[in-house]
């Protein structure tokens, strides 16, 4: 992430510059009334007026924040920009004798409890990390999949499952998809002999986890519908991995509002997540499809094009002489989602007259789409 570090006094310019040694990649800012003399001027960005100013300023800047003065001035100056846990950037305090690292704000999703800590690997400093789950040594239930892009369908329950994760309330876990190496508690205190804490479960089947007498759930799938049928009315978290291709055949003129149209309703019908979409794939052709360029870019999805004579060489269940005859391939939609997945098909090629075809592969068991 961006970091800035900022000092309000010459002993923490000298320690903010002694931080940008070991992370050159971040910023120095401090008072203009502390410049002259040399030292460091050539590395700090100094400001005019008040620090908490500046503070919002970087604060909305969004990034992480080195702040190396006191937590509590730092905590009322960060006060009035606080927003949510969502999109507050990190905040790490660090004495001026960088004795103490401590994460003040957006430990998870922000990211300042691994900011506190690389900066205490780096400087022999104490990180000071205070959320419960780190503490404890168990499942934070925000940050499950993160690293791998996974993302939180509905964010609704998060508090509520994270309550029953660190009180050793019974918590069911049901995943059919996506990567299995996504905590890995290295002997934490709470991990149960399979790894999971003591007080999660796995259930192998929707029925089994229905049956439960799990207080709260937690579920990884790119199938839609299972919080719906196994909750029962408890809280549950579900995780979205990225384990889904989409092949898509067209013309260079279908519209984006077409291709949207058609995925979205292949997607519902066969009961998958747009969030667990990683990739759209389709033939490369001279003139490039402007609309299926258009929803990519809309949605963040990869965009893939593959060459016609690598997909003429995949098996499908349904090839066509026709789009062999004009595309040199007996496949488009259907290779195209088997190549980009490299797993196997899971919806066979729907058409969308005139000119739009939509497949969907599922990558390998325990993998996702890179």
């Excluded at 409890?113 to 780096?122: F, K, M, Q, S, V």
């Excluded at 060489?313 to 989602?337: L, Q």
């Amino acid at each position: 992430m961006d970091v800035s570090v900022l000092a309000i006094t010459r002993s923490g310019v000298r320690t903010a510059l002694e931080l940008k040694k070991s992370f050159p990649s971040w910023s120095v800012h401090a008072p203009a009334k502390l410049s002259g003399g040399g030292a460091g001027d050539g590395e700090v960005e100094w400001f005019e007026g008040a620090a908490g100013a500046a503070v919002g300023r970087l604060f909305a800047a969004g990034g992480g924040m080195v702040c190396l003065f006191s937590l509590g001035a730092v905590v009322r100056l960060v006060a009035p920009h606080l927003r949510d846990k969502k999109t507050d950037p990190a905040v790490v305090v660090v004495d001026e004798g960088a004795k103490f690292a401590i994460s003040v704000l957006s430990g998870h999703i922000g990211g300042a409890n691994r900011l506190a800590e690389d900066i205490a690997a780096r400087t022999g400093a104490t990180p000071v990390i205070t959320t419960a789950a780190d503490v404890i040594g168990t499942i934070p239930v925000d940050m499950v999949g993160r690293k791998f892009r996974w993302e939180i369908d509905g964010d609704e329950h998060v508090t509520a499952v994270s309550a029953c994760m660190v009180n050793g309330d019974a918590v069911g876990l049901y995943q059919d998809a996506g990567r299995r190496d996504w905590w890995a508690p290295a002997g934490k205190k709470g991990a149960a002999a399979g790894g999971l804490p003591a007080n999660v479960t796995e259930y192998g089947t929707e029925r089994e986890l229905a049956a439960s007498d799990a207080k709260a759930l937690m579920i990884i799938s790119d199938r839609t519908g299972i919080a719906e049928g196994a909750g029962k009315g408890r809280p549950s978290v579900t995780y979205r991995p990225k384990t889904l291709a989409v092949g898509v055949g067209l013309h260079w003129d279908t519209a984006e509002e077409e291709v949207r149209a058609g995925l979205e309703a292949t997607l519902e019908r066969f009961s998958l997540s747009r969030l667990s979409v990683a990739a759209v794939a389709t033939m490369r052709k001279a003139r490039p499809p402007a609309g299926l360029e258009a929803y990519a870019a809309s949605t963040g999805v990869r965009l893939e094009y593959v060459e016609p004579e690598m997909l003429a060489r995949v098996p499908v269940p349904n090839p066509s002489d026709t789009v062999a005859a004009f595309e040199g391939t007996p496949s488009v939609a259907e290779a195209a989602a088997l190549l980009a997945s490299g797993g196997e098909l899971l919806v066979e090629k729907q058409k969308f007259p005139p000119n739009l075809t939509v497949a969907v592969a599922r990558t390998a068991a325990g993998s996702e789409a890179a």
